[in-house]
């Protein structure tokens, strides 16, 4: 949200209303922990193209708010023709903004969310210090990001796949252990009533993985550092292709949510 340009791990809006249609349940739990009513007024930090501010209008009806911000002007247009095209637009809005120096009061948001965008910041701590300011005393602060150190796939050549796994999640996001992060840095900041819920999220699509993960930048990037090479690359790759013909190809990636009620 913070940062001037897009990290290595940035996903197009196309991208991320795909990647949406396989994580409906748990969208839809995550807003259930918001404990939304009628009038309420609420943030989506990170709201990417609207995918959410439009389930979270339904909530919160026309006497409520919903703001959404995102660092990509991009998103944020695409978002803000969304509500248009609904019809919601009276009461959702879509700001580009800096989620670590928001520009609302103290105390102004009923509840505040954000979905698997802390695994993209610089600087994840005061992101949160701010999405608590700005959240009522008795609100809730919804997190939930991958982390991004469970992802595993398959393959015989182990060695190759933890090095990219690991060059992932420590170099192709700004934050890509978000997900364990989650429950302490609420804990220390004094939120109570935390839960805090587990999703494995699966793909057995070779070619969805192709698609839409970052993954063939981390072997790119794997190789120009020296880390692997083509032949390590393409010994990885003749790995999966064969599953895939196979049809047992297998990666997950552990989702974490949080929720605290603020003191």
Not at 222 to 230: K, Y
């Amino acid at each position: 949200m913070s940062d001037p340009s897009p990290p290595l791990g940035y996903i197009s809006p196309d991208h991320l209303e795909q990647i949406a249609q396989g994580v409906d349940h748990i969208k839809e739990h995550s807003r259930e922990l918001m404990q939304l009513a009628p009038g309420h007024r609420v943030l989506d930090v990170g709201c990417g193209p609207g995918i959410d501010t439009l389930a979270l209008a339904q909530e919160v009806g026309p006497t409520g708010e919903v703001l959404g911000i995102d660092y990509d002007a991009q998103m944020i247009a695409r978002a803000n023709q969304r509500a248009q095209e609904a019809g919601v637009q009276s009461w959702v809005c879509h700001l580009q903004l800096d989620a670590t120096a928001l520009p609302f009061d103290d105390n102004s948001f009923h509840s505040c969310r954000s979905d698997r965008v802390f695994q993209h910041l610089s600087d994840p701590e005061r992101a949160l210090d701010e999405m608590i300011r700005v959240t009522r005393p008795g609100g809730w602060i919804v997190l939930a990001d991958p982390d991004q150190g469970t992802a595993s796939i398959d393959t015989p050549h182990v060695e190759i796949e933890r090095t990219l796994m690991r060059l992932r999640a420590e170099q192709m996001f700004n934050n890509g252990f978000a997900g364990r992060q989650h429950h302490g840095a609420l804990v220390r900041r004094g939120l109570e009533e935390i839960s805090m819920e587990l999703y494995p999220l699966v793909n057995t699509d070779y070619g969805l993985l192709r698609q839409l993960d970052v993954i063939d930048r981390t072997e790119q990037h794997a190789m120009d550092t020296g880390v692997l090479n083509a032949e390590d690359i393409a010994r990885w790759h003749q790995s999966l292709r064969q599953a895939d013909e196979d049809g047992t190809f297998y990666g997950v990636v552990l989702l974490v949510l949080v929720a605290g009620r603020k003191a």
